[in-house]
């Protein structure tokens, strides 16, 4: 089992024929992607070969989905034009839209995260690595070398993390390692993930990766108190980040105690989260809970 993503998902690649999108469409078809179409008005009806797989250019999403059936889509196109394209797939009704483009303006993803959501479609990200369900699929930029298939939920704002939790862990494997994103709107937050992990059968435990700014933790700490059974793992970064600083990626800002790490980590081990000080740290804590639940059965 997985979430969002499986072997049997048909993916499109929005921006597929420009550099970034040439790129990582070659890497996910790769990592055993069923990549069946990409998407340029200006291409259509030409075909680009990745080795031994050639892939056909469609007009838009809708004609993609029609000829091929895909239910997901990757987007790489330049943040002036994201908008335009995950509204395009919304309105052609894909299930999965995983926006990578960075530097998108806030007004965009706020509109075009909403009307998705009203149309059925779900958003990964924007400004994300995407997500991987080891060894069935790989949408976005997440290497696909540095895991193997497990029992190891993985959700978190960071990419960096994101890879280096998988590295740190792959000897346990994951079941599926999404790519939230860090920028103030985005699509899909801690909580659908957590409950997605919790209602799903292979996934034994979660690894949360949070970061200053924000109460997305918080909210997170506060739906596992009630809702989430399995153990849960967390992180966040940003522990040495200078009061009212800017930082990073997302423009995590911290005032006062609010968006704090450390704010974070009490809200999250308050319901129960054991909370590393480092990503290493964090992997040893998810290895000595294992080993418990594998003792106590």
């Not at 990578?100 to 909403?114: L, R």
């Not at 911290?254 to 740290?281: F, N």
């Amino acid at each position: 089992m997985a979430i969002y993503l499986t072997k049997e998902s048909k993916v499109l690649v929005q921006g597929m024929t420009g550099g970034e999108g040439m790129k990582h469409t070659r890497r996910m078809l790769a990592a055993g992607t069923n990549v069946v179409g990409g998407v340029n008005p200006r291409k259509a009806g030409r075909t680009v070969d990745f080795d031994d797989r050639a892939v056909p250019v469609f007009g838009s999403v809708a004609d993609g989905m029609r000829a091929t059936g895909a239910d997901v889509t990757v987007v790489f196109v330049p943040p002036a034009f994201a908008k335009a394209a995950v509204t395009e797939a919304a309105d052609a009704g894909i299930g999965l839209a995983v926006v990578i483009t960075e530097g998108i303006p806030v007004h965009d993803s706020v509109a075009f995260t909403a009307y998705a959501r009203q149309q059925g479609t779900r958003v990964i990200g924007p400004n994300c690595p995407g997500l991987i369900t080891p060894g069935q699929s790989n949408a976005g930029i997440i290497p696909a070398d540095i895991t193997k298939p497990g029992r190891i939920g993985l959700v978190s704002k960071s990419g960096t993390l994101t890879y280096q939790l998988m590295y740190e862990l792959r000897d346990i494997g994951f079941s599926t390692c999404v790519g939230i994103g860090g920028d103030p709107v985005v699509g899909t937050t801690h909580i659908d993930c957590l409950a997605a992990f919790q209602d799903d059968p292979d996934t034994e435990l979660i690894v949360l990766i949070g970061e200053i700014g924000g109460d997305a933790e918080e909210r997170a700490a506060a739906y596992i108190r009630e809702h989430v059974t399995k153990p849960v793992v967390g992180y966040i970064a940003g522990f040495t980040a200078p009061e009212g600083r800017t930082m990073g990626h997302a423009g995590a800002i911290v005032s006062g105690s609010a968006g704090t790490a450390q704010a974070k980590k009490e809200a999250l081990e308050a319901v129960g989260v054991r909370v590393g000080s480092t990503p290493t740290e964090t992997a040893k804590l998810v290895l000595a809970l294992l080993e418990d639940r594998q003792r106590a059965v």
